[in-house]
C-alpha cells in the first residue's frame, strides 16, 4: 500500500503524428500514480501529491517525488491540496503538476496533449470551475477529460468481464470510502454513498491511540503510515481475536513488536520476526520498540464498523447492501456478483474475505455474491483510464480546448463529475 | 496533544464533576475533527518567518510559469483559496435537490453500538460515571481518570 493518497486522476494523450499519452492518477492516498505514454513507451511513475516540509532540512519546501532527498523523514510536515477528499488548496496542487509536468519529470507538450483527470463524486461545481481554468487557461492543454475514478475501475471492469451488466465499486481510499454502482458502464447516481472513513483516518486513530498508550507520535505520520501497512490487518473474527489478544505470551497470536526506523541504521520499520520476539518487551538491543496489539485489528474496523468510534454511519458491507436495495430489482442479482475492491485500504489482508463474509450474510440466500480484489487495486483506476485513452471513441468523449473557449464553463456539461 | 497538556484543577474523586451531554458531544466532535487534520506539530518553516520571507518562492524561478499566461488577478486568487467548509456552504446542497455530496453520506448504521475501554481499547462493560468514556476494568479506570477523564476541557 503506499501511503495516504489525494484523488484524482490525469490521464493525456497527445495527439497528431506523435501520439502519446498521458496518465497522473492521484488515487486517494497522498501519492499519485503518473505515467506517460508516448507511440513506443509507457511508465507508472507514483508520487506523493502533496509537499512537505521538514525539521532538519529547513529552507526548502519539498515537493512530490522530492521527498525521497530528505534522508531523514521523522516528523515530517504535509501540506496537502486536499481537504475532505476535495481539491481546495490550488497552490500546492499547481507546485506538484509544475513539478511533474515540467522538466523534472514529463517535459509535457500542452498544445499537443490531452488529459484525463479524476475527480470525486458530486465534485463542488466551483471546483471543476476551476479545474477547467487551470486545465485549459493555465496549462493550456489541448483537451481534457474529467471523470470519476471509480466510472474508469467500471471501464476496466466491463472490459474484462464484458458479459456482465452491472459492477458496484467499492474504492476505499486516503479520505473517504465510495461506493458506486454501474449498469453497462452508466453511472447510477441514487446508489452512491459515501462513508467517511479512508486510510488518514486509520493513520491518524493509529497515532492517536499509540501516542496515548506507549509512545508520542503525533508527529509521525509518515512513520506511523508505515507501520499501518506493515502490521494491519482485516479480521474475520473480531470478538474471537479481542480474545487471542488478551492471552499472555507466546498464546497471543496477535501481538507483534515492530522495530521502528531510526534513519540512520534502520532505514525503514519492520516487524520483529515471531522467533525473535521478546514477550517481556524488553530488548537487549538499542531499538526502539513499539508492541501492536488489537490495534493490528482494531483500526482498519473503522471501515467495517465506524460507529466504533463515534461515526455514525454503516461500515462498507451494511453500505453495499444499502446501495444495492436503491437500485431497480431486477439489476441487483447482478450487482451482488459483481462487487469490485479497489483503493488503497482494499490491501489490508483480510480485506475482500470480509467483504464477502459479510455481504453475503446480509445478501438474499438466492444470489451469487462475488468479491473481485484487483491484483493491484490501487493501479486500477489508473488501468481503466489507460484503455479509455486508447478507444477510439476517447476523441468524442474529451472537451477540447476549443470547445472551451467557445462555450465557457457551460461544456462541463459534456464531463459526468 | 495540546488539550492533554492543559491541566484541570485536581479534583477529589468523591466528588468529580460529571460532563452534560452537550460537553460530551463537543469533546467527541473535536475527537473527530482531530482525526481529519494534515499535522500535529508545527510548520517547520513556521519559526523561522523572516528566512523564510527572504528566500525567493520556488516556483517563481519555474519555467513553466514564464511560459503560461497569467491568470486573471485577485479575485482568481480568493477563488482558489477557499476552504472545504466554506466551499460546500457555497454548494447550497441543502436546498437543492439530491443526488449530492450531502444526500451521498451513508446513512446510520441499524447494527448494535459495540464498547470499547477508552484506555486499551478491549470490549468494555462499564461507563465513566463523569466523561460517559467507557472502560473495561478497575485498573483503566484508574488510568482514565488520571490522564483523560476530566482533562480534556472542552
Ligand atoms: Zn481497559
Ligand atoms: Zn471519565
Redesign the interface.
Known sequence: MVLTRLRSDIATRKSGKSFSLYIVNNIHTNTSLVSYLTSDSCFLSVIPNCQF???TL????FTANQLDEIKDPS?L????PF??G?L????VQ??VW?HL???EMFKVDFADTSVVITEP??N????QE?MN?ILF????FQAALRINAGSLSAHRYFQENNSELCCIVVDSGFSFTHIAPYCRGRKM??G?????VGG??LT??L???I???QLHV??E?HVINQVKEDVCYVSQDF?ND?EI??LKGEENMVMRDYVLPDFSSIKKGFCKPREEMNFTGKYKTGEQILRLN??RF?VPEMLF???????????IP??LV?SINKMPEEMQPHFYKNIVLTGGNALFPGFRDRVYKEVRALAPAEFQVSVVLPQNPICYAWEGGKLLAENPDFEEMVVTREDYEENGHCIYEKFDI | MAEKKIAVRSQDPSQRRVLDSATRQRRLTRQLEALEKDNFQDDPHASLPQLVKRLPQFDENNESGKRRKKTRGDHFKQRFRKNFQALLEEEELSVSEGPNYLTACAEPSTLPQRHFCAVCGFPSNYTCVSCGARYCCVRCLGTHHETRCLKWTV
Request: aromatic share 14%.
Open positions: 516540509r521538514s525539521k529547513r529552507l526548502k519546501t516528523g510536515f504535509y501540506i496537502l481537504q475532505k476535495y481546495v488548496n490550488w497552490d499547481r507546485k509544475d509536468f515540467g522538466k463524486y458530486f463542488f461545481m466551483s471546483i476551476s481554468e487557461e493555465e496549462y493550456q447516481k441514487d452512491i454513498c459515501r462513508i467517511n488518514k483516518l491518524n486513530h497515532k492517536e491511540i501516542s496515548y498508550r503525533m508527529d505520520t470478538y479481542m489478544a488478551q488489537n490495534e482494531a464498523h465506524p460507529s466504533d468510534i463515534g461515526i455514525q454511519e454503516m461500515g451494511e453500505a444499502n
